[in-house]
């Protein structure tokens, strides 16, 4: 295969992965984040405390990351046809990605408010700012740096689980690896989704680092 028959390929590939990642984070973070806060504020000693209720949200988080991602992808085939109507192309497999990331978001929240001093908490309760205002206005933004090194990461898996997609038929630069690198033995192909992938990734986590370190410098 020539390289003028391969760049179309590319191309298109890779704006699907984009896509499908960008959708996919956008969805993450409007269930992970308030699943997280949910999971620091109903805590024992938290703003407000459930024991029941958390526990229930921590054993739904904990399923939903002991799932690997290919099992997930095809246990949530009725849902994403349910949702949008088909199971094949990048659209359907934004339903997957954003159900197999938002619990390991999730997490990745719950342990950057954690990491919020309590002297800060106490401080605004002395204060007299309710529950929600200490939430909005001190838990997020004294965390802000750990929430976007944890977005990082996330985003990361969701390149990976992406990739994963393709095997059954999730579109982007998983699928054509499957469908030319593998089945038709295409090997120049495979290296250079590889190496894009790859490219991506590494964009990914320096963007990720700096925006990070600059609101840890803050």
Known sequence: MTWDEMAPLLAESTLQTVQMILLSTLFTVLIGLPL???????????????????????????????????????????????????TIGTTASVVPLTLGAAPFFARLVETALREVG???????????????????????????????????????????????????????????AIRYGYQRFETTLMVVTVVVLIAIVQLVQTLGDVVARRLAHH
């Open 36 to 86: 997280g806060v949910a999971l620091i504020v109903t805590d024992r000693g938290g703003l407000f405390p459930s024991p029941v209720l958390n526990r229930v949200l921590g054993v739904i988080v904990n399923i939903g990351r002991s799932l690997p991602f290919i099992v997930l992808m095809i246990a949530v085939i009725p849902l994403t046809r349910l949702i949008v109507g088909t």
């Open 118 to 176: 309590r002297d800060k908490v106490q401080a605004a309760q002395a204060m007299g700012a309710s529950r929600t205002t200490i939430v909005g206005k001190v838990l997020l933004p004294e965390a802000m740096a750990g929430l976007v090194a944890g977005l990082t990461v996330t985003v990361v898996a969701l390149i990976s689980y992406s990739a994963m997609a393709g095997a059954i038929g999730g579109g982007g630069l998983g699928d054509l």
